[in-house]
T-cell receptor
């Protein structure tokens, strides 16, 4: 199984800081990319899809670098409520069959006052 | 109304027992999934169904058997439970089978503890 790698952290930052996470993937045929957020003892929820041209949603910016096979997530002006685990998800069709979504292990973010 | 609902939320059982987890989605999605999240928080896909048809069957013990009576339901039955089966099991659904540019919605999870 192709891998999706993330730095588990934790990233410990003060409120208002800017923090960036990277996620690398090994399958060059990967098609779709997402960032999910998972709070402690909760289910993962979509934060944002990652498009080739990059995309921004408020304080969050996602980038895709196909040549180097990584995606990134930038969080500006961190809030206490941003504390969570951020999961990178990559989908690829394997063996000509269905697309299979593969999760990274997640990066833990702790925002402190 | 909850979009993807799983029952039970907690399940504590003894080794060797057989148990089922139920999942229902009211989003009208075609595809449903079962994921396992272990103690290290690694989320791994187990099965995927599209319109009641199995399309992804990862390498899991055959003690695990999914059943989809209709496209809104995907249940997971586990036979002869083992200690290593303890984990959080998440059901999810999405609109397309290939999960391309499509958001997947997760249930709240079932925390299974085998003692």
């Amino acid at each position: 199984r192709k891998e999706v790698e993330q730095d588990p952290g934790p990233f410990n930052v003060p409120e208002g800081a800017t923090v960036a996470f990277n996620c690398t993937y090994s399958n060059s045929a990967s098609q779709s990319f997402f960032w999910y957020r998972q709070d402690c003892r909760k289910e993962p929820k979509l934060l944002m899809s990652v498009y080739s041209s990059g995309n921004e949603d408020g304080r969050f910016t996602a980038q895709l670098n196909r040549a180097s096979q990584y995606i990134s997530l930038l969080i500006r002006d961190s809030k206490l409520s941003d504390s969570a685990t951020y999961l990178c998800v990559v989908t690829a069709r394997e063996g000509g069959g269905s697309y299979i979504p593969t999760f990274g292990r997640g990066t833990s973010l702790i925002v402190h006052p | 109304d909850t979009a993807v609902s799983q029952t039970p939320k907690y399940l504590v059982t003894q080794m060797g027992n057989d148990k089922s987890i139920k999942c229902e989605q009211n989003l009208g999605h075609d595809t449903m999934y079962w994921y396992k999240q272990d103690s290290k928080k690694f989320l791994k896909i187990m099965f995927s169904y599209n319109n009641k048809e199995l399309i992804i069957n990862e390498t899991v013990p055959n003690r695990f058997s999914p059943k989809s009576p209709d496209k809104a339901h995907l249940n997971l039955h586990i036979n002869s439970l083992e200690l290593g089966d303890s984990a959080v099991y998440f059901c999810a659904s999405s609109q397309e089978s290939y999960w391309t540019y499509t958001e997947a919605f997760f249930g709240q999870g079932t925390r299974l503890t085998v003692v």
